[in-house]
């Protein structure tokens, strides 16, 4: 039997990048899915090559209306909702506090929680009248680890995984289980999308975006020295979204090769002996 066998999965921001990757690995074991998203065209052929198994809805998740439509689809497609995978995102480039963009900090919380609460607002009641679900919210590491994320971005996610502990709390005696996943740096278009390219040409920019990973991040900040992927944040949501994750809730799946626990050991093994060398003068 396949891990997801007979489940329902709606997973947003799903036409490209981590949300499709996480759509055809929940197909191949066994879900139907629902893939929303904005780019309708995308969304239809991603239908289409998965088969009978996917539906595609267009969906803004700043958008209440259409959120609500979008859970009513996959119950009136599937018949129920196991699953909500809350993944939709935007950049919002980096900022100094005395130049922040009020309007882009709005459409940034918009997106990233604003979104997520309007869905699990339309989530829970169906999941409550089965006895179960799952809610997987798509956080990052920066909401955790300030630094290397720009304000808005790091901010919203922050509160999105607060928020999370706060409806799991809520749900968890309805046999609703919530859980965020933090990626580190993965390999997709997002980074040039978030610097304002072309969604379509941003998504064939994932070896750039390894290339960029690799130089700058692997050296300095991860202690696992490989570049993450879209099947890693994958496999982690498929972990959380099957029965094997069914005593976990409220928790912060962080898939970030290491970064948040610490600076990598080649990083700082300079700094630590030139650190020690100020006690071996004086002694």
């Known amino acids: ?50 088969g009978d198994a996917a539906s595609f809805i267009r969906t803004d998740v700043t958008s209440e209306r259409d959120v609500e439509a979008m859970i009513a689809h996959a119950v009136q497609t599937f018949g129920r909702l196991d699953c909500l995978i809350n993944n939709a995102g935007i950049g919002s480039g980096y900022q100094d506090i005395a130049k ?26 169906v999941m409550t009248s089965q006895g179960n679900g799952s809610i997987i919210n798509v956080a990052s590491v920066n909401g955790v680890r300030a630094g290397l994320g720009g304000h808005y971005y790091s901010v919203a996610k922050a509160a999105l995984i607060h928020l999370t502990r706060c409806v799991a709390v809520e749900v968890g005696e ?10 580190g740096p993965i390999a997709t278009g997002a980074f040039r999308k978030g610097g304002g390219t072309n969604p379509d040409e941003a998504d064939n920019s994932i070896e750039i975006a390894k290339r960029a990973i690799a130089d700058v991040i692997l ?20 972990f959380l979204a099957s029965d094997a994750s069914r005593f976990v809730s ?7 090769g290491g970064m948040s626990a610490g600076w990598p050991i080649g990083a700082v093994r300079e700094d630590r002996r030139r650190f020690l060398t100020h006690f071996d003068r004086a002694s």
Do not use: C, W
């Open 1 to 50: 039997m396949k891990t997801l066998e007979g489940k329902v999965a709606v997973i947003t921001g799903s036409t490209s990048g981590i949300g499709a990757r996480t759509a055809e690995l929940f197909v191949a074991e066994g879900a139907r899915v629902v893939i929303a998203g904005r780019r309708e065209e995308k969304g239809r052929q991603m239908a289409r090559e998965l």
């Open 100 to 125: 922040v963009d009020l309007q882009r900090f709005d459409a940034t919380i918009a997106v990233h929680v604003r979104g997520p609460l309007a869905a699990m607002k339309y989530a829970v009641p």
């Open 174 to 183: 309805k046999g609703i289980r919530l859980n965020t996943i933090s990626p």
């Open 219 to 238: 050296p300095r900040y991860q202690p696992l020295q490989r570049v993450g992927t879209m099947d890693d944040i994958a496999q982690a949501a498929l």
């Open 250 to 256: 409220g928790v912060d799946l962080l898939v970030d």
